[in-house]
């Protein structure tokens, strides 16, 4: 996850844009509960479903 902020950091500057203001949003459609704590753990903390439903589901899952 480091290396990709990284990235995204040089991105954002030589976009001319601040990297507090760019966000990596992880799609986390059709991936385990256990690859969305791992990257959670990692500092990931933006995430995206495809369904309303399956976001619900892992959502409720990960409160428990």
Do not use: C, W, Y
Not at 14 to 21: K, L, M, Q, V, Y
Not at 35 to 46: P, S, T, Y
Not at 54 to 62: D, F, Q
Request: proline share 2%.
């Amino acid at each position: 996850m480091r290396k990709i902020r990284d990235l995204l950091d040089k991105a954002a500057v030589d976009a001319g844009r601040r990297p507090e203001d760019v966000h990596l949003l992880a799609v986390s459609k059709k991936q385990s509960l256990d690859k969305i704590v791992e990257a959670a753990a990692a500092g990931q903390r933006d995430f995206g479903e495809n369904t309303v439903q399956e976001g619900t589901e892992k959502v409720t899952k990960l409160a428990e």
